[in-house]
């Protein structure tokens, strides 16, 4: 098992990076457009669950594996960087967004 993960591994990241996009776009549709706690709740635990937690558990399998600071291992860290830094007002650019979109929405309810 271990060793399919660690062939896999770009391939691997590359959909927990789609699932947590995914994921994060399904929380903002909740907040602005359903206007569900509990689904915004869902998307905020699935944004949780399909990036940050995976993506570190797969960076600490690769360097456990490898014994050697890696590209990919370098990816993750630069990826969990980038999170914790500028991903974070990227999001909330994003909200904003994502607000004024679905506010729109809402005053031409024909436009659906």
């Known amino acids: 098992m271990m060793q399919a993960i660690i062939q896999y591994k770009w391939a691997i990241l590359l959909g ?3 699932l947590a996009w995914a994921s994060t776009f399904f929380m903002l549709y909740a907040r602005y457009r359903a206007q569900s706690n509990i689904l915004f ?5 699935l ?3 399909t990036g940050v937690i995976p ?3 797969l960076g ?5 594996s490898s014994q050697t600071l890696d590209l990919f291992t370098a990816i993750i860290v630069l990826l969990i960087l980038y999170g ?3 991903g974070r007002k990227q999001i909330k650019r994003l ?3 994502a607000q004024t979109k679905f506010a729109k929405r809402e005053q031409h309810p024909g436009n659906v």
């Open 84 to 86: 914790a830094t500028i």
């Open 16 to 18: 927990l990076e789609v």
């Open 41 to 45: 709740r869902i998307g905020a635990a």
């Open 55 to 57: 993506q570190v558990l």
């Open 60 to 64: 600490i399998v690769n360097l456990v």
């Open 47 to 49: 944004t949780v669950l």
């Open 95 to 97: 909200d904003k967004w």
